[in-house]
């Protein structure tokens, strides 16, 4: 069984730095694409960000220059630095990835998602 778990969000003024961490656990083969997602209140959730396994990133246009997506194989691990923080930012924040468990997939995952709130 595949899990996926976030960590780091929470509370920043405007113009402040985060950074989330999403660990992938269980029985895991081989990871393909994972991406970062965010959903405001009312709104659609939306790409963020996206690292394929060879390291190609790819990001929305409000947030290129600000948000660095990156990855951690060894670990299992995806991250996201996000600085110049803005108050439309603002969202729950959800990891994806396409991961092969043994044997099977790829299968599509997501975490629990995190809240980023930015506000004074």
């Known amino acids: 069984q595949v899990q996926l778990v976030e960590s780091g969000g929470g509370l920043v003024q405007p113009g402040g730095s985060l950074r989330l961490s999403c660990s992938a656990s269980?029985?895991?083969?081989?990871?393909?694409?994972m991406g970062w997602y965010r959903q405001a209140p009312g709104k659609r959730r939306d790409v963020v960000a996206l690292i394929t396994s060879a390291e190609t990133t790819d990001y929305a246009d409000s947030v290129k220059g600000r948000f660095t997506i990156s990855r951690d194989n060894a670990k299992n691990t995806l991250y996201l630095e996000m600085n110049r923080l803005k108050p439309e930012d603002t969202a729950v924040y959800y990891c994806?990835?396409?991961?092969?468990?043994?044997?099977?997939?790829?299968?599509?995952?997501w975490g629990q998602g995190t809240q980023v709130t930015v506000s004074s």
């Open positions: 269980g029985s895991i083969f081989r990871i393909y694409t």
């Open positions: 994806n990835a396409e991961i092969a468990p043994t044997g099977l997939g790829p299968f599509d995952y």
